[in-house]
Antibody, heavy 122, light 109 residues
Framework: QLQLQESGPGLVKPSETLSLTCTVSGGSISSSNYYWGWIRQPPGKGLEWIGSIYYTRSTYYNPSLKSRVTMSVDTSKNQFSLKLNSVTAADTAVYYC??????????????WGQGTLVTVSS | SYILTQPPSVSVAPGKTARITCGGNNIGSKSVHWYQQKPGQAPVLVIYYDSDRPSGIPERFSGSNSGNTATLTISRVEAGDEADYYCQVWDSSSDHHVVFGGGTKLTVL
């Protein structure tokens, strides 16, 4: 069973870059059966998909965030990361990492991290 | 981009059946996944591929998908089922995007 754990600063200043890392345990990030994704949830609001990355480093980003998002994977550490630049208060949210099971044609998130609250404030 | 529409809220008495819908253009041609999220917790997968249940999810949870509507059905609702529920699809037509519905708050009366 996979376990995912987010890590990174809980407070980011406006206009700066939000950086988070997700550490995967219980399985390999190089598995061909998974994409690795970031999802966020502003306080009191719904889930928003940020993007996904495959172990081959192919990336897929939400069009609404694409200009500000970079995702990467470190297979040696079994980690993947998110960078979101030029943040504003609207980027304040709980950020989740998740494993997108792609063993079939329609991936779904079968394991989630516990989530980490990132607040954008000066 | 593909849009999923859920009712903001559904209310049901204990022991009754709750139905939460997820609307989308020809959603029946896609596979729909459902997540349950309780306050302060990460979402949990309750239904995948329209109607499959992960291990540990009660049989009271079921799903269907046809035409323009997918439905999550919770039978014999319990107080512990009170939560937000989200549907999700994989929109391969738009560069492999994950799409979530807006979520439905299930209230057990």
């Amino acid at each position: 069973q996979l376990q995912l754990q987010e890590s990174g600063p809980g407070l980011v200043k406006p206009s700066e870059t939000l950086s988070l890392t997700c550490t995967v345990s219980g399985g390999s990030i190089s598995s061909s059966n998974y994409y690795w994704g970031w999802i966020r949830q502003p306080p009191g609001k719904g889930l928003e998909w940020i993007g996904s990355i495959y172990y081959t480093r192919s990336t897929y980003y939400n069009p609404s965030l694409k200009s500000r998002v970079t995702m990467s994977v470190d297979t040696s550490k079994n980690q993947f990361s998110l960078k979101l630049n030029s943040v504003t208060a609207a980027d304040t949210a709980v950020y989740y990492c998740g494993s997108l099971n792609s063993s079939g044609s329609y991936p779904y998130v079968d394991y989630w991290g516990q989530g980490t609250l990132v607040t954008v404030s000066s | 981009s593909y849009i999923l529409t859920q009712p903001p809220s559904v209310s049901v008495a204990p022991g009754k059946t709750a139905r939460i819908t997820c609307g989308g253009n020809n959603i029946g041609s896609k596979s729909v996944h459902w997540y349950q999220q309780k306050p302060g917790q990460a979402p949990v997968l309750v239904i995948y591929y329209d109607s499959d249940r992960p291990s540990g999810i009660p049989e009271r949870f079921s799903g269907s998908n046809s035409g323009n509507t997918a439905t999550l059905t919770i039978s014999r609702v319990e107080a512990g089922d009170e939560a937000d529920y989200y549907c999700q699809v994989w929109d391969s037509s738009s560069d492999h995007h994950v799409v979530f519905g807006g979520g439905t708050k299930l209230t057990v009366l």
